[in-house]
């Protein structure tokens, strides 16, 4: 459906740092990066991240968030641990949640610049 996402942030190396930690186990990589600019995905970019002069206030009761596909469980593990290392906030550590599926486990954190982020996977044990 979608081609390509775009966020604001204040600092790009900032978000660098948070967003390789965290998106490096579950198999996304910085693509394409310029001065003020960050593009990460798998085989190209699908999340830019972009300095804005007046990025979105965090709103936690937006219901706004960003959920990636991770491969394994311990990928999700990393995710978190990751974010958590460079500046982000935890929302929720990593486990299954019977809410969403008996299979169901994830993990969810807050970006430096308040992003809602989630890391999922479904696969079983």
Not at 17 to 44: H, N
Not at 109 to 117: H, T
Request: with cysteine.
């Amino acid at each position: 459906m979608f081609d390509h996402i775009s966020i604001g942030v204040h600092d790009a190396n900032a978000s660098k740092r948070f967003y390789d930690a965290a998106l490096k186990p579950i198999g996304y990589i910085c693509l394409s990066q310029s001065p003020g600019s960050l593009g990460y995905g798998a085989q190209s970019p699908v999340l830019w991240v972009n300095e804005a002069p007046r990025p979105v206030p965090a709103d936690e009761k937006s219901g706004l968030h960003f959920c990636f596909a991770a491969p394994t469980r311990d990928s999700v593990d990393a995710f978190h641990a990751g974010a958590l290392r460079e500046g982000g906030s935890d929302n929720g550590p990593p486990g299954l949640r019977a809410a969403y599926g008996d299979s169901y486990y994830a993990a969810f954190v807050i970006d430096p610049d308040g992003y809602r982020l989630e890391a999922y996977c479904g696969a079983a044990g």
